[in-house]
């Protein structure tokens, strides 16, 4: 069985920061993909960030310039990394690896951008 579990939401100002982590438990040989998904109330779930086990990473263009994703492969950790935050980043983000041949998806971390 394999385990997600994030770290690092709450709530911040506008324009300010939070690091997001998600640590991977349980048995497995490697992770070929990690991402963070976000989903706002009434909307639906999107990708925000992805990095694959070499490093490429993707982002979704409302946070390119702004979000940064990283991970630690001798670890099983990916970071999320979020900068100049704004009001509509308030979501919950979930952090998500695919271990072929099985998706799996962490709790959930509540992010909150507000004055």
């Known amino acids: 069985q394999v385990q997600l579990v994030e770290s690092g939401g709450g709530l911040v100002q506008p324009g300010g920061s939070l690091r997001l982590s998600c640590a991977a438990s349980?048995?497995?040989?490697?992770?070929?993909?990690m991402d963070w998904y976000r989903q706002a109330p009434g909307k639906e779930r999107e990708l925000v960030a992805t990095i694959t086990s070499g490093g490429s990473t993707v982002y979704a263009d409302s946070v390119k310039g702004r979000f940064t994703i990283s991970r630690d492969n001798a670890a099983n950790t990916v970071h999320l990394q979020m900068n100049s935050l704004k009001p509509e980043d308030t979501a919950v983000y979930l952090c998500?690896?695919?271990?072929?041949?099985?998706?799996?998806w962490g709790q959930g971390t509540q992010v909150t951008v507000s004055s």
């Open positions: 349980g048995s497995f040989l490697s992770i070929n993909v």
């Open positions: 998500h690896a695919y271990i072929l041949p099985t998706n799996y």
